[in-house]
C-alpha cells in the first residue's frame, strides 16, 4: 500500500502540472468599485474563479465551463466567498448582507474593471455565448451587489475578508464618491477596517500610530538615535538635536509625498547607504571625542537622509489619508517623534546609571559606539554593495546642471536656516534684556547657543 | 555685529546668484548639446536586480519566446537542458550539485518572482523538439510552437500546463536522411493541416483568431480558428501565394524578395487591426490587413546580413500604438521605430553579458505599464526587464547600454 502512495505520488511529482485545480492560488488580484448612490451602495467586484474553492462549476467537458449552465454555481460562489466575506460599514455601523444583483463569467483579456462606468455595463451586458472554449480556471467571476444605505453622504468603511481565496490576495479598489471624486486603494491580504473617508482625526490617528510603530522597527534609525544621545545627554542638547533631526526629515519626508524625490532605480540603495554611512559617522564622532556642540547641524543634513528612508515606508499607506495628505504626513512625522521621544526615555536614564555606576562615560561611550558602529559598517558595505551596481554618471553638463541645482537648494536652505536663528536669538535677546539680564548679541559670544553654562 | 549679519546676507545672495547664473548658462549648454542629436522617444533603463533567482539551481536554456499576459505576468519559454552544456547541469548529470535545466514554462510575477512551471513531454500531444515563441491568448490560453527538425505543428495549454490541442502533426514532410543519418524535411507553405516550424504565435480576441509565423520551414502567415485550430487562410510576402523555393542568401543590394526567408519569425497585431510580420533575414517589417492585404513594408538596419535584423517587435503602451520595439539579434540593440513610417528612430542596447547588454536577443513583450521584457537565445539565456521612464529626448544615435539613472 505504501509502496503504492509513493508511487502515486512520484508521478503526481514529475507531472509536468505543477498546480493542481483546487489548491489555494499563490496570489489573486481582486478588482472592485465601491459607488454609494441615494439610498444603496453598489459594490462591484471582479474575483479569478480559480480561487473560489468548492464551488462545482458545471461543464461542458472536463476543464472547460458550460456558461448557460453557471448562473446557480456563479451566485453560489459571489455569496459564499464575497457577499458573506466582506464586511461594510456606514458610519461604524456593519451592513447587512447585500442583495446580489448580477452575476457572469468574463475573459481573463477583459479590461471593462479598468472603469466604473464600463465595468457596470459589462456585468449588466450581453453574456458570452456557449460555443466558447473555456477553462473554468481561467475565467473571472463579475458580481454586482448592493447594500442599502442611509445616505450617500455617509463615510464608508471595509474590512475585505478576502483573505482565504489565495496565499497572497491584493485588492485594487476605487471609491467613487457622490461629489465626483474617485480615490483608488491597494489592500494587501488582511488590512483590517479600511476607513474609505476618514476625518482628519482618524486619518491622523493612524499615522501617528505608523510613525510609532516605524521607528520602533527600524533598527537602523534607533541605532543612528542612540549614536545621537550617547554624548549628549543634557535635555537642552538633547532637545536641539532630535528637533533638528525632525524638522529635517519631515522636510524630505513631504518632499517625497510631492513627488519631488528622484525616481531613479538607484535612489532607495543610495538612501539606505547614507542611512548606514550616517550612524557610523556618528559612532566615529563620538569614539574620537569630537566637539558635539554643533551636532545639530550635522544631524540635520542626516535627517534629510532618514526623511526619504521613511518616505519608502510610508509610500504604499498614503492612500489611507484620505482627503488629509498634509494632516497624515505630519502625523506620521509625530508618531516618529513620539517613537524616539520614548527611547529617549529609555535610554538616556539607562545611559546615565551605566556610565555612573558600570563604566567610566568616556570607556563606555567609546565601547558601545564601537559596537554600533560595526554593525552599521555591515550595513554600509551590503547597501554599498548594491548602489555599486549602479554607474557613475557621466560627468558632463547634465551632471554638472544637477549639481548646480543641488547647490541652489542648499544654499537656499542655509540661507533659510540662518535667518530663522538670527530671528530666534534677536527675540532671545529682547527678551533677556525685559528680564535685565545681558541679551547674548551684547556679550560678543553665543555661550548659549554653543552650549556652555 | 549688524555688519557681520550684512556680510553673512550678502555671501547668501551673491552664492545663489552665481549658481542660478550657472544654472542658466548649463542649460543652455544641455540644450545645445542635445539639439539635433536627440529625439522624443521612450527611454528605458535595464532593472539590473530583476527578475529573481531561480530556485532549485535552475538555468535556463536559450531563451526563444516571451509574452506578458493580462495580470502583467510574464511568460517565457526556453529550450532548458537541451542547449546546456554538460558543465552546466551537474546535478541532472549526478555529477555536481549544481546545476539543472528549468521547466521549458516559467511564469514570473510583475515583481520578478517565479510563480509556477511546468511543459515537457507529456500524455496526448507532441512536445516539439524545439519548442520556439509563447503566447497566452485572451481566454489564459497558452500556446507553444516549435522550431526542431520535425516541428510541424503547435500546443496548445491552459494556464497551469494542461494539455488542451494540437493543431498539426510533427514529423510531416519528411525527406531523405542526409550524411549524418538525421531526417530531412522541406518545407511546404501550402499544407493547410500542418506547419512548418513554427516561430510565434498571437491570437486576435475580437475574431478568436490565431495568427502564425510559420516559420523556419514554410514561408507564410498562416490563420486559424483558435478554438478549433481549422486554417481560415495563409499568405507569403507582399500577399503572394507562398513559395517555397529557395532564395538563396540575402543581398542588401538587391531588389527586395518577393516572398519570405526562413524565419517568418513573428507576427503581431495592432490595436487598430494591423498584422506586422518580422521578415528576419529579409531585414524588414511587412505590414498587412488581417485578411492577408499587403500594407507596406520597412526595413531595419538594411545591410545586416546572415541570420537578420527583425527578430520580434512588441507595440507601445499609448493607444495609438505609436512606437514599435524591434528586437535585432545581430546588432544586439533594440530598435525604437515609428509604426507609421517604420523609421527608426532611436536604438538601445549593445552585444555584451552584462545588465542592459545582448547576445542573441530574441523576442520581446510589453506590460501595461510599457516596461519592456527581452529574452536571449544562443549562449545568451537570460531574461531582462527595461523599464519605461516616459517619453524623453533620447539621443538619436544608438544610447548603448541603458544603464539606470534619474
Redesign the interface.
Known amino acids: 500500500m505504501r509502496v503504492a502512495a509513493a508511487i502515486a505520488l512520484a508521478l503526481v511529482l514529475a507531472?509536468?502540472?505543477?498546480?493542481?485545480?483546487h489548491d489555494i492560488p499563490?496570489?489573486v488580484?481582486v478588482q472592485a468599485f465601491l459607488k454609494p448612490e441615494g439610498q444603496r451602495l453598489r459594490f462591484l467586484v471582479r474575483v479569478p474563479l480559480m480561487a473560489m474553492r468548492d464551488i462545482e462549476v458545471p461543464q461542458r467537458r472536463p476543464?472547460f465551463i458550460d456558461i448557460t449552465r453557471a448562473e446557480a454555481a456563479l451566485r453560489e460562489a459571489a455569496t459564499v466567498w464575497i457577499a458573506q466575506e466582506v464586511a461594510l460599514y456606514e458610519e461604524e455601523v456593519r451592513l447587512p448582507v447585500p442583495e446580489l444583483v448580477a452575476v457572469r463569467v468574463s475573459?481573463?483579456?477583459?479590461?471593462s474593471f479598468q472603469e466604473y462606468d464600463t465595468a457596470l455595463a459589462h456585468i449588466t451586458g450581453a453574456s458570452l455565448t456557449d460555443?466558447?472554449?473555456?477553462?473554468w480556471?481561467?475565467?473571472f467571476l463579475d458580481a454586482w451587489m448592493e447594500y442599502p444605505i442611509a445616505s450617500d453622504e455617509s463615510r464608508f468603511a471595509i474590512n475585505p475578508g478576502l483573505r482565504p481565496l489565495a496565499q497572497r490576495v491584493t485588492i485594487v479598489m476605487r471609491l467613487l464618491t457622490p461629489d465626483g471624486r474617485d480615490r483608488a486603494f491597494e489592500l494587501h491580504d488582511d488590512p483590517g477596517i479600511v476607513r474609505l473617508d476618514p476625518r482628519w482625526h482618524q486619518a491622523a490617528a493612524r499615522f501617528v500610530r505608523s510613525g510609532f510603530g516605524h521607528i520602533l522597527e527600524g533598527i537602523d534609525h534607533l541605532l543612528f538615535l542612540l549614536c545621537l544621545v550617547i554624548p549628549v545627554r543634557r535635555i537642552r542638547m538633547l532637545v536641539m538635536v532630535v528637533t533638528s533631526f525632525t524638522v529635517a526629515h519631515s522636510i524630505t519626508l513631504i518632499a517625497s509625498a510631492y513627488n519631488v524625490a528622484?525616481?531613479?532605480?538607484?535612489?532607495p540603495p543610495l538612501v539606505e547607504t547614507l542611512i548606514a554611512a550616517s550612524i557610523v559617522y556618528m559612532a566615529l564622532e563620538n569614539i574620537v571625542g569630537a566637539n558635539v556642540v554643533r551636532r545639530w547641524l550635522i544631524t540635520f543634513a542626516f535627517g534629510l537622509v532618514h526623511g526619504f528612508g521613511f518616505s519608502f515606508a510610508l509610500r504604499d499607506s498614503l492612500q489611507f489619508a484620505g482627503s488629509h495628505l498634509l494632516t497624515a504626513l505630519l502625523s506620521f512625522n509625530l508618531g516618529v517623534e513620539l517613537g524616539q521621544l520614548l527611547v529617549l526615555a529609555a535610554v538616556v536614564p539607562a545611559l546615565n546609571v551605566m556610565f555612573r555606576f558600570i563604566v567610566a562615560e568616556r570607556m563606555g561611550t567609546i565601547i558601545l559606539s564601537a559596537i554600533v558602529a560595526h554593525t552599521a559598517w555591515h550595513w554600509l558595505t551590503e547597501r554599498g554593495g548594491q548602489l555599486l551596481?549602479?554607474?557613475w554618471?557621466a560627468l558632463?553638463?547634465?551632471l554638472?546642471?544637477?549639481v548646480?541645482?543641488v547647490?541652489?537648494g542648499i544654499?537656499?536652505l542655509?540661507?533659510v536656516i540662518?535667518i530663522v536663528r538670527?530671528q530666534v536669538r534677536r527675540k532671545a535677546g529682547v527678551a533677556t534684556r525685559e528680564s535685565g539680564g545681558f541679551a547674548p548679541?551684547e556679550t560678543g559670544r553665543y555661550a548659549q547657543e554653543e552650549g556652555r553654562p | 555685529m549688524a555688519r557681520r549679519h550684512l556680510l553673512i546676507g550678502v555671501t547668501f545672495v551673491v552664492a545663489i546668484g552665481i549658481l542660478a547664473v550657472a544654472e542658466v548658462m548649463l542649460q543652455q549648454a544641455v540644450t545645445a548639446q542635445e539639439g539635433g542629436a536627440t529625439v522624443r522617444a521612450p527611454r528605458f533603463e535595464v532593472d539590473p536586480l530583476w527578475p529573481k533567482p531561480l530556485p532549485n539551481h535552475w538555468l535556463l536554456g536559450s531563451t526563444i519566446g516571451v509574452w506578458v499576459d493580462e495580470r502583467d505576468h510574464i511568460w517565457i519559454i526556453h529550450r532548458s537542458s537541451a542547449t546546456l552544456d554538460e558543465n552546466e547541469k551537474g546535478v541532472e548529470l549526478k555529477t555536481a550539485e549544481c546545476c539543472a535545466g528549468a521547466p521549458p514554462v516559467l511564469e514570473f510575477d510583475a515583481e520578478g518572482n517565479l510563480v509556477q512551471s511546468w511543459g515537457g513531454p507529456g500524455q496526448g500531444y507532441e512536445w516539439p523538439q524545439s519548442n520556439h515563441g509563447i503566447f497566452v491568448d485572451h481566454k489564459g490560453n497558452v500556446w507553444i510552437g516549435g522550431n526542431g527538425g520535425g516541428d510541424s505543428h503547435i500546443l496548445k495549454f491552459t494556464r497551469n500546463g494542461k494539455f488542451i490541442a494540437q493543431y498539426g502533426k510533427a514529423g510531416v514532410h519528411r525527406g531523405p536522411t542526409n550524411a549524418e543519418g538525421l531526417s530531412t524535411y522541406s518545407g511546404d507553405s501550402n499544407d493547410q493541416q500542418n506547419f512548418g516550424r513554427v516561430a510565434k504565435i498571437v491570437v486576435d480576441p475580437r475574431d478568436n483568431e490565431a495568427y502564425i509565423a510559420d516559420g523556419y520551414l514554410n514561408k507564410r502567415v498562416a490563420v486559424l480558428d483558435a478554438d478549433t485550430g481549422k486554417m481560415k487562410r495563409y499568405w507569403g510576402a507582399y500577399g503572394n501565394k507562398p513559395d517555397d523555393k529557395n532564395l538563396g542568401p540575402y543581398n542588401p543590394d538587391a531588389q527586395p524578395a518577393q516572398q519570405f526567408r526562413n524565419p517568418v519569425h513573428c507576427a503581431d497585431l495592432s490595436n487598430d487591426g494591423l498584422l506586422y510580420v518580422c521578415d528576419r533575414a529579409n531585414d524588414r517589417i511587412q505590414v498587412f490587413r488581417k485578411d492577408g492585404t499587403f500594407v507596406k513594408e520597412g526595413f531595419i538596419a538594411k545591410r545586416t546580413l546572415a541570420s537578420g535584423s527583425v527578430w520580434d517587435l512588441a507595440f507601445s503602451r499609448d493607444p495609438q500604438q505609436r512606437y514599435l520595439f524591434v528586437v535585432d539579434g545581430m546588432n544586439q540593440r533594440v530598435h525604437v521605430v515609428l509604426r507609421d513610417t517604420l523609421e527608426v528612430v532611436a536604438s538601445f542596447g549593445d552585444g555584451g553579458r552584462q545588465p542592459g547588454q545582448f547576445y542573441g536577443v530574441h523576442s520581446i513583450a510589453i506590460d501595461s505599464k510599457g516596461n519592456l521584457y527581452t529574452t536571449e537565445t544562443w549562449e545568451g539565456k537570460r531574461l531582462q526587464k527595461f523599464v519605461y521612464r516616459g517619453l524623453d529626448n533620447v539621443p538619436r544615435r544608438p544610447q548603448g547600454v541603458v544603464w539606470p539613472r534619474t
Do not use: C, H, Y
Request: glycine share 6%; hydrophobic share 50%.
Open positions: 507531472s509536468p502540472v505543477r498546480a493542481l485545480a499563490n496570489d488580484i476543464g475573459l481573463p483579456s477583459d479590461r460555443d466558447n472554449e473555456l477553462p480556471e481561467q475565467v528622484p525616481g531613479g532605480l538607484w535612489f551596481q549602479f554607474p554618471p558632463d553638463a547634465t554638472l546642471l544637477t548646480v541645482r547647490a541652489i544654499v537656499a542655509a540661507a540662518w538670527l548679541a
